[in-house]
């Protein structure tokens, strides 16, 4: 009793410490709407807070403020604007919110509703991504209330949308979803291509934790089929994959996976010793529902060894755990820590893949930065060359001009030279006697 009181006090202060947490996100949260003055930024912020709100008599009321802030608006623009389309895409979201708290509350028919009102909107801003998303969910609502035909036609029209989107990661989901529908109805060929298929799409992405969620459901199809070494295979395979990447929430599962295998076998320590180790992980994580089945089979366990007290300890904190799951509020605080981890771990991995694509983005800016300052220093020494070029061409031009001007000076006193000395011979001839004069003249003196 000692050990079942303790894990249930770790249990309360686990989600004391997370809800302290999540207080002061909205608190600030809370600061902002209120100084906010524009609606557009006010959506975004009532948007934030439902997300974060883990109090199902609080979120509601703020769910319901986004809704009249998005009709109002909605009633105002007249033209189909981006605006229209962007209070369209937070109504929606209002409606997904109102289906998903009556959902929560057992009322079906008005989440089913909600959801039909999202749909509509959606299918009107043309949200391909976020009717792949709704019709996903609604085949888990489907799916959980006992309608596996329903479930697996919203399934499928999701997976054909997020094909169409080239959704990886959608895709594999979506699968994945198919694969334990049809597991569960016992139709195990669909339900392995399925889980293949998926399986496909995690290894081409690199997600792990998806990877060996599908080793996981391999296991689970040949343990029920009585292939015991089979599943074991499946099942180590995924144990290793989640404690290599510290998925813990992944790894319990694993865990108790394994211990059946070996219960099963009837190798009770084996067996003893995985549940044990399913058992430490769930109770650090805080999840009732872990908890519940780790100790259940080590109730199981203890009673087949002849331990009866323990089996007794761990039967009482089996009927705790259980009981406590069927407890609404617990219920719910729980699943949204389960959110909020794979949140975290979602945001992780989106933070990692934009650093990636930053630096990949940075490396293209300098890739291009240098075959622009190479451009721009090649263009300007062509420049500078031609400039260089046209200088000289122009000088030459002027030097040649130059040297025809002073040719042609020259070649004009030549002219005027010669024209001069012609000139002074036809004087002269004019005043000097001929020869014939000379030789007359010479004659004439001798007789």
């Not at 617990?330 to 945001?347: D, G, L, V, Y």
Request: glycine share 4%; hydrophobic share 35%.
């Amino acid at each position: 009793m000692k050990t079942t009181t303790s894990i249930v006090f770790i249990y309360l202060l686990f989600l004391g410490v997370i809800l302290a947490s999540q207080n002061k996100t909205i608190d600030s949260l809370k600061v902002a709407l209120k100084n906010a003055k524009q609606d557009t930024t006010r959506c975004r912020l009532l948007n934030v807070i439902i997300d974060t709100e883990s109090d199902d008599k609080i979120w509601p009321k703020y769910n319901e403020e986004l809704k009249n802030i998005s009709e109002a608006n909605l009633k105002s623009i007249r033209t189909n604007d981006e605006l229209k389309k962007y209070y369209l895409k937070y109504l929606s979201i209002t409606l997904y919110g109102r289906g998903l708290h009556a959902f929560q509350i057992g009322d079906v028919g008005e989440a089913l509703k909600n959801y039909e009102l999202c749909l509509i909107i959606k299918e009107q801003i043309r949200d391909k991504i976020g009717l792949a998303q709704l019709y996903n969910n609604m085949g888990l609502i489907f799916n959980k209330q006992g309608e596996k035909t329903t479930a697996l036609e919203y399934y499928w029209k999701s997976l054909k949308l997020r094909i169409e989107l080239h959704d990886k990661a959608g895709m594999a989901q979506t699968y994945n979803n198919l694969g334990v529908v049809y597991s569960r109805i016992n139709n195990k060929e669909k339900a392995l291509e399925c889980f293949k298929k998926s399986l496909i799409e995690y290894e081409n992405l690199g997600d792990k934790q998806g990877i060996a969620m599908e080793y996981d459901n391999f296991g689970s199809i040949y343990y029920r089929d009585g292939l015991l070494e089979k599943a074991l295979g499946y099942f180590e395979m995924g144990l290793k994959i989640n404690e290599e990447n510290m998925e813990e929430y992944a790894t319990t599962f694993s865990l108790i996976n394994l211990a059946d295998v070996y219960f099963k076998q009837r190798k009770y320590d084996i067996a003893l010793d995985y549940a044990q180790r399913s058992l430490k992980i769930s109770n650090k994580l805080g999840f009732p529902e872990n908890i519940r089945n780790a100790a259940k089979r080590l109730a199981e366990i203890c009673k087949r060894k002849g331990n009866d007290k323990n089996a007794l300890e761990y039967y009482e904190l089996y009927i705790q755990m259980r009981d406590s799951i069927e407890n609404g509020e617990t219920k719910k605080a729980s699943i949204k820590t389960q959110f909020k981890i794979e949140f975290e771990r979602k945001e992780l991995e989106a933070k990692s893949k934009q650093e990636k694509k930053d630096l990949k983005n940075e490396e293209e800016k300098q890739k291009q930065s240098i075959i622009r300052n190479a451009f721009i220093g090649g263009f300007s020494l062509v420049l500078i060359l031609a400039i260089v070029i046209l200088r000289s061409f122009l000088q030459n031009k002027k030097k040649n001009k130059l040297i025809e001007e002073q040719k042609h000076l020259v070649e004009e006193k030549q002219k005027e030279i010669i024209d001069s000395i012609r000139y002074a011979q036809r004087i002269q001839r004019a005043l000097l006697p001929s020869g014939t004069y000379f030789s007359k003249t010479f004659l004439r003196l001798r007789k």
